[in-house]
């Protein structure tokens, strides 16, 4: 499980493991994601000036790749023994501006420029999906539109939404 903790009136990102507790570094801005990948539990949060992820406890690295990556919502997936880091940047002209995802960690193996899809991503919540093909989904919305990107391609539901995207799951068959 994973929350925040107020430590001297800032947010830790913690996280809960079989009843134990562990403070995960610095302050965060957001609220951190929990995946376990085998044997692994990893964890990803963001302060508003990067992202950090955990594995086990122990901090693993600063993820990079983009402009103000870690701005907005986090969020990690696991398929098979591989683990996939997702996290928003900020452009100039758009607090949402692109979307990254990391194949364990290294550079971004998916990037989605949501001003030029008219669309924004919330990458965070539960929003990265990506299936046992190596298939990465993220959902979001565009306007009024439930969206979701499949291998970067944008693919609008029907129906409106009203506020936020906040979870994705795949049904595999």
Not at 3 to 17: I, M
Not at 143 to 151: E, H, I, P, Q
């Amino acid at each position: 499980m994973t929350g925040t903790r107020s430590v001297s009136g800032s947010n830790y990102p913690t996280s809960w493991t079989n009843g134990s507790e562990t403070l995960l570094g610095s302050f965060a801005t957001t609220l951190p994601q929990i995946e376990v990948v085998g044997s692994d539990v990893y964890v990803i949060a963001s302060n508003g000036a990067g992202v950090s992820t955990w594995k086990n406890g122990a901090l693993q690295s600063a993820l990079s790749g983009g402009p103000n990556v870690g701005y907005g919502p986090v969020s990690v997936a696991g398929s098979g023994t591989d683990v996939y880091f997702c996290a928003s940047g900020k452009t100039s002209t758009d607090p949402y501006g692109a979307v990254y995802v990391w194949k364990n960690s290294g550079s971004p193996v998916l990037t989605i420029n949501t001003t030029s899809t008219t669309s924004i991503v919330r990458s965070g919540f539960g929003c990265l999906g990506v299936s046992s093909l190596g298939d990465i989904y993220i959902a979001g919305w565009a306007g009024t539109s439930v969206v979701y990107w499949k291998n970067g391609t944008q693919n609008v539901l029907p129906g409106t939404l009203a506020s936020h995207v906040y979870g994705l799951a795949i049904r595999e068959y």
